[in-house]
């Protein structure tokens, strides 16, 4: 499966954005998806993350309340609603996909869970 991530851009401080990850050469209606993102020097790290029927989601303490993970199967999307943005979530965010019918809080947040990435879209919050 190919993912590509789009939505990104320049933002102020506690603005909004909406990422999406569109999938394309199979469907993802088997596969979790998470949101990971790399800020400048940092490791990338874990945002977000939804099981393949959309019924669990997972969210990393810093991102917990403001951000919202989605997916929209018939359209083969998963979303990622970003409120009350701060300059610490400026980084580039990288959509991944697994297939799997796991819902396991120790998986779904490991990058190295996921074997299909796309290439990423930044965000770039000023103060």
């Known amino acids: 499966v190919q993912l590509q991530a789009s939505g990104g851009g320049f933002m102020q401080t506690g603005g909004s954005l909406r990422l999406s990850c569109v999938a394309s050469?199979?469907?993802?209606?088997?596969?979790?998806v998470a949101w990971f993102r790399q800020a400048t020097g940092n490791d990338r790290e874990f945002v977000a993350g939804?099981?393949?029927?959309?019924?669990?989601?997972y969210y990393s303490d810093s991102v917990k309340g403001r951000f919202a993970i989605s997916r929209d199967n018939a359209k083969n999307t998963v979303y990622l609603q970003m409120n009350s943005l701060k300059p610490e979530d400026t980084a580039v965010y990288y959509c991944a996909a697994h297939r799997t019918y796991s819902n396991s809080q120790v998986q779904i947040p490991s990058k190295t869970f996921y074997d299909n990435w796309g290439q990423g879209t930044q965000v770039t919050v000023s103060s």
């Open positions: 050469g199979r469907t993802i209606n088997t596969y979790a």
């Open positions: 939804i099981t393949w029927d959309g019924e669990t989601t």
